[in-house]
């Protein structure tokens, strides 16, 4: 069953994945002709400030798929060299930090957007920017990271209280390290 429930969330991850990939395309491209412009002694002014929003927001919401698809780093020489049932005990562990940290980040994150609501501030650029519209997805990009790592460290609890080290491991591991010490 947690591994049901991982791959739904992977997929939903992955299709997260895939919108911010093409809002990045989108503001790619839209830089790309805007720097196409400046040769013409035309522009549309503020691409930089754009570009800055996209990657804070996408970085925040990017987060969950990289942790569905083990992609974030981790250094884990001692855990490469234990059995399975230590390695399990590590990830879980590693899980249950990860997850402390991220409500953390998500907690402090929530009275930056919400001053922005409340003041209805804009930022000191020409384009003048309503923060909330950039700091409200950013923070939910948040909270969506800590909901994936909260979930992903109960699955993985619940694998390891069932003994089923190596589904821990498939869901919560860290293979590229292992990989090169092989």
């Not at 013409?40 to 800055?52: R, V």
């Not at 899980?95 to 402090?108: D, H």
């Not at 001053?115 to 997805?137: D, E, F, K």
């Amino acid at each position: 069953m947690e591994l049901r429930i991982f791959n739904a969330l992977r997929k939903v991850n992955r299709a997260i994945a895939l919108l911010i990939g093409l809002g990045l395309l989108g503001c790619a491209m839209f830089v790309l002709l805007d720097i196409i412009l400046r040769q013409f002694d035309a522009s549309f002014g503020g691409t930089e400030e754009i570009a800055g929003y996209a990657m804070a927001i996408s970085t925040a919401w990017g987060m969950g798929f990289a942790l569905m698809e083990l992609a974030h780093v981790r250094i884990d020489l001692v855990r490469a060299r234990t059995g399975e049932a230590m390695r399990a005990i590590f990830d879980v562990f590693s899980m249950v930090v990860t997850s402390a940290v991220i409500v953390t980040i998500a907690i402090k994150a929530w009275p930056v957007a919400e001053r922005a609501i409340v003041n209805g501030s804009r930022a000191n650029t020409p384009l003048g920017t309503p923060l909330a519209w950039v700091q409200v997805p950013w923070f939910a990009g948040w909270v969506w990271f800590a909901l994936m790592c909260c979930a992903v460290t109960l699955l993985v609890i619940s694998m390891l209280l069932r003994g089923r080290f190596a589904d821990v491991e498939a869901t919560a591991g860290a293979f590229a390290e292992q990989d090169a010490l092989q």
